[in-house]
């Protein structure tokens, strides 16, 4: 008989106790376990968040696959100067452009020379067609484009654009050329992975890859949609193409923000979008056509908003509306703007590029809010680049004696005269209050009132005397209303004010 049966039984019982005791928490374990791994399985199977590709781990198909579009540019022109002076540095020289140009700046009738600049560009079509920035060949009488293989070519200038600073070139070739297309900028989302390529510091063909760190930034031009981009760019990378990973150009390497000329990951690129319809009227007509509304306006702030009882800070308010298309469309002053051509208006600089990309004579729909009430009006546009300005009449009259001023608001006011007229540079303004002096304490200096300004409408109604304004004054308060709108005047350009009414203070003084 075998005497360690009890004991092995009892063993065995033991282990069964324990491995009931951890059943439900090893089940439990092993189904998180599963469900973590299916999860895994899934995000595998259904592919990167919204479609978008996983960084490669080499942009070198890329490169080869574009590469051979992007071409260097060299550019030369003479620059006059004085006969009979030697050179300082042997010519060829890396300082000879450093001394040329100190040279030229304190004698400017040295001797001429030949001046040479260097840039980036790419090519748009099989027959030719190159973009490049303006600034690269501003100024040129000789420009050249050569190609990564090394082959160069001539190339005619067939126009420019300065406000978007984009040149279009045209080069002959026997056979086709290598070309990029365009791609949708508006498509371009922060984080999204680009590619520049281009002639950095005359280094030749050269590419740096980054990101799109923000998008629809304005540097200084009227239709600024720049694309910023963390992706090194340098002098020389000027008219080069931005990519993305499918090969599109979705910008064109403009500009750089850095203290000592090089790069620091912030380099600009003009969207695209913007781009193509200025190379579509440069190869078209040579030059650009936009269409042309023919207002003044500016942006809508909160405080004007509020002044104006709107119910939201957006659109275009207009601040003075010359002859053109928009007063034979019946557009006044004091309007705001909220859509144009079916599509909503935020600001002012929306508004000039909508209307800018629209063609000249188009006949669109336009929604404004006049007194409170939306109304929609037709306007046929003019083109921008023929437009010209209407000077109002001049307006005879006699010098006044000069009244004496009244403090309202943080200001002293007086009537505008023919006097102030004539030394404001008024002609055409009729009624208004002149700004003497302007308390550096009050909400006027805080909105950049200044002495000189002219004030011509109070509460979007004419004003040409001080108890005109102090009836406004009075009316908005009654009404409950915290700031009061203002169309001021300056050096005969229009802009409104929303001031704030303080109720505490006293109605005249």
Known sequence: M????????????????????????????????????ALVSMVLASGP????????????????????????ITTSSIVAGRAGQPPVV???????????????RQDPDRQARRSSALGSGFVIS?????????????????????????????????????????????????????????????????????????NPLGQGFSVSVGVVSARERALS?????????????????????????????????????????????????????????????????????????????????????ESMSLEEARGALVTDVPEG????????????????????????????????????????????????ETQTLLVTLGRRETAEGVAGPDVPGTPDVAPSATEMLGMELVPLTDELRQQLNAQGVTGGLVIEAVDPDSDAAAKGLIAGDIITEVGQQPVSTIEGLRTRVSDAQAAGQKSLLLLIRRDGTPRFVALSIDEDAPADE
């Open 221 to 305: 031009g009227t239709y600024d949609d720049f694309i910023q981009t963390d992706a090194a760019i340098n002098r020389g990378n000027s008219g080069g193409p931005l990519f993305n990973l499918s090969g599109e150009v979705v910008g064109v390497n403009t500009a750089i923000l850095s203290p000592n000329g090089g790069s620091i990951g912030i380099g600009f690129s003009m969207s695209s979008n913007v781009v193509t319809a200025v190379v579509d009227q440069l190869r078209e007509f040579g030059e650009t056509r936009r269409g042309w509304l023919g207002v003044r306006i500016q942006d809508v702030t909160p405080e004007i908003a």
């Open 2 to 37: 075998n005497t360690d049966m009890p004991a092995r039984r009892e063993a065995r019982a033991v282990a069964i106790a324990r491995t009931e005791t951890r059943g439900p928490a090893l089940r439990a374990s092993l189904l998180a376990l599963a469900a973590i791994l």
């Open 325 to 372: 298309p928009a007063l034979d469309a019946g557009i006044e002053v004091g309007d705001v703007i909220l859509s144009f051509d079916g599509r909503d208006v935020q600001d002012t600089r929306e508004l000039v590029r909508v209307v800018g990309n629209s063609g000249v004579g188009d006949t669109v729909r336009m929604t404004v809010i006049r007194d409170g």
């Open 126 to 198: 099989e027959d030719g067609f190159i973009v490049t920035n303006n600034h690269v060949i501003e100024g040129a009488d000789e420009i050249t484009v050569e190609f990564r293989s090394g082959r160069t070519l001539d190339a005619e200038l067939v126009g420019t654009d300065p406000n978007t600073d984009i040149a279009v070139l045209k080069v002959e070739s026997d056979a086709a050329l290598p070309f990029v297309p365009f791609g949708n900028s508006d498509a371009v989302r922060v984080g999204d992975w680009v590619m520049a390529m281009g």
């Open 49 to 72: 968040v919204r479609g978008q590709t996983l960084p490669p781990t080499t942009f070198a198909d890329l490169v080869d696959q574009v590469g051979d579009s992007v071409v260097n």
């Open 90 to 104: 042997p010519e060829g020289s890396p300082l000879e452009d450093f001394f040329n140009d100190f040279l030229d």
